[in-house]
C-alpha cells in the first residue's frame, strides 16, 4: 500500500513486455476488449490506447453514461493536438496501453515518482511520439466509490498534476 504515484512507478519499473496495461484492482474488462486492442497492436503502428469507460457500483451495475459515445474507434495520429485532446483521459488508468520501451526512456529522464497522474505522463508521451487508437467500444467497467469516499483531489480536480505531466515533457 505505497500509493497510487509510488505503486504504478514500481509497476512501470517491473513491466518488461513491449507494452504495458494499467488496471485498477476494481475494475475490469471483457474479453472482446483485450482481442481488439490486440488486433490494433499486433496489426498496425500504434503505440498508445486509450479505452472508453463505464462507471459502476460495486456489484457490477451501470451507474453513469459512456465517456465517450459508442461508435468506431479513432485513430489518433502523433502530434500535439493528439495529446493535448486526448492524453487526460489517461486519469482514468484502467485499460491504458502504451509501449513500454519508449515511455521509459521519458520517464527516466523526469524522475516522477511522487505524481499522482503518472500515467498521464506516459499517454502524453506515447502521443506526441506515436500514433494511438481511441477504442470506444467494449468500455472498461470502472467501479465508482460510495460517495463518502474522499479521494482527496481539492477543489482544483488534481489539475496541477496534470500540467505537471505537460510541462515535464
Not at 124 to 131: E, F, T, V, Y
Not at 138 to 148: E, L
Request: proline share 3%; glycine share 8%; aromatic share 12%.
Amino acid at each position: 500500500n505505497a500509493g497510487v504515484a509510488k505503486n504504478c512507478s514500481f509497476v512501470f519499473n517491473q513491466a518488461n513486455g513491449k507494452y504495458v496495461m494499467y488496471l485498477g484492482d476494481d475494475d475490469f474488462f471483457n474479453e472482446a476488449f483485450l482481442l481488439e486492442v490486440l488486433e490494433h497492436l499486433n496489426n498496425s503502428d500504434i503505440q498508445a490506447v486509450i479505452p472508453n469507460f463505464i462507471p459502476v457500483n460495486n456489484s457490477g451495475e451501470i451507474t453513469g453514461r459512456l465517456r465517450e459515445p459508442e461508435g468506431e474507434n479513432i485513430l489518433l495520429k502523433k502530434g500535439f493536438k493528439s495529446c493535448l485532446k486526448h492524453s487526460w483521459k489517461a486519469h482514468q488508468l484502467s485499460g491504458i496501453i502504451f509501449k513500454r520501451s519508449d515511455a521509459s526512456r521519458a520517464f527516466e529522464n523526469v524522475g516522477m515518482t511522487d505524481n499522482m497522474y503518472i500515467f498521464i505522463f506516459f499517454m502524453a508521451h506515447s502521443l506526441l511520439n506515436g500514433n494511438g487508437i481511441l477504442i470506444r467500444t467494449n468500455p472498461i467497467k470502472v467501479t465508482q466509490p460510495d460517495k463518502s469516499k474522499d479521494w482527496g483531489y481539492g477543489k482544483d480536480g488534481l489539475i496541477r498534476e496534470i500540467f505537471t505531466n505537460y510541462n515535464k515533457l
